[in-house]
């Protein structure tokens, strides 16, 4: 936007034509960085110059209300003179300076106040808002209920921040590692999970999501309704990369931004929160993070033969040692455990797996 047609406009000295300039640039850029900071210096600068005109957004909005109101029921035209007009009082004689705004019909002026309360209210909301975090141990899986009635389940190691009140068009948790959401229905107010380079939106469905920092990709599983996942991109633009159905399994990869799309037949994705570890067909190398995560244990696979191997199988009540002995039952598998090290006063290290290639 041209700095000197601006000065016209809030001159209210416009022609026709650069009239429907500024009216486009209201409408598409006026809400930028740098169109606010535009019109801030133009709102300064009224301040500075107009020492009888309040201060406060609030207030100005108020009166031109009030003013808007009283010429409500006359003709536009009529309305429009009359308010305009010097005679009016010392307050119109003021805002002649931004006479266009008020044509417009208050599009300009409008446009300033919003973005000034918006910011000062969305610093006081950041402020104000309390917020809630609850992490669940390395060896138990938790449950909460959100303020708005949602259920959350907590995977072994993983945590959730939400408000302590939901406000606002939307209501925003934020997921790190496994969680099982029940969202209670509300269209108008989405429910969005942020799980670190995604989103996933719903308004009233069931739904898991894996998203732990060090892996490389983040799984979200739909068990009923409806949901879509979201990406934010450089700029804070948010675009939206699927709509989910039932019995859809979402894989993100965080590195390349691949997406990959399965169809789920049964409850390997989410039985964790039953306390039931579910593994079908299954390459060994991702039975050893879900059991090192289970177990709060270190697993190392000394052999790469190993990683061939793919395992079946329900764990419910079993600790480590037993499903150690279960796996090198039906598998060529040796392993031992070693005991936890103190590594400093008061603070051990985890105990440590070793998986060996056992020949025949």
């Not at 090198?328 to 090290?341: G, W």
């Amino acid at each position: 936007m041209n700095r000197e047609l601006l000065s016209k406009y809030f001159s209210n000295r416009c022609t026709e034509e650069e009239l429907r300039t500024i009216i486009d640039w209201f409408a598409s850029d006026a809400d930028t960085a740098e169109g606010r900071n535009l019109l801030h210096d133009f709102w300064e600068e009224i301040l500075t110059d107009e020492k009888e005109l309040p201060a406060d957004y609030d207030g100005i909005l108020d009166r031109i209300h009030h003013k808007v109101n009283l010429t409500h029921s006359e003709t536009h035209k009529d309305a429009l003179l009359r308010f305009l007009t010097p005679g009016a009082g010392n307050f119109l004689r003021i805002f002649s300076r931004i006479a266009a705004v008020l044509i417009l019909p208050l599009l300009g002026f409008s446009v300033m106040m919003s973005i000034k309360y918006s910011n000062e209210h969305n610093v006081i909301s950041s402020v104000n808002q309390a917020y809630n975090e609850v992490f669940s141990s390395v060896d138990a899986i938790s449950k909460v209920t959100l303020p708005d009635g949602s259920k959350v389940w907590l995977n072994h190691g993983s945590s959730l921040k939400y408000p302590a009140v939901f406000r606002g068009r939307t209501r925003n948790v934020e997921l790190h590692g496994e969680g099982y959401f029940e969202v209670v229905s509300n269209s108008r107010v989405p429910f969005i999970v942020s799980a670190g380079d995604i989103q996933v939106r719903a308004t009233g469905t069931e739904f898991n999501v894996m998203a732990y920092p060090e892996e490389d990709k983040i799984e979200t599983s739909l068990i009923k309704g409806v949901v879509v996942l979201e990406c934010t991109k450089p700029g804070k633009r948010t675009v939206s990369l699927m709509e989910m159905k039932p019995k859809d399994m979402v894989i993100y990869h965080k590195t390349d931004n691949k997406i990959i799309r399965r169809v789920i037949h049964d409850d390997r994705y989410f039985a964790w929160k039953d306390g039931k570890l579910v593994f079908h067909d299954e390459p060994l190398g991702e039975v050893a993070k879900k059991l090192s995560r289970w177990f709060n244990v270190e697993i190392e696979i000394a052999d790469p033969k190993l990683l061939d191997l793919t395992y079946t199988a329900t764990f419910i009540d079993e600790n480590l040692q037993q499903v150690m002995e279960l796996m090198s039952m039906v598998s060529p598998v040796n392993y031992t455990i070693s005991n936890r090290q103190e590594k400093s006063q008061g603070i051990f290290s985890k105990r440590k797996v070793i998986l060996y290639y056992r020949n025949k």
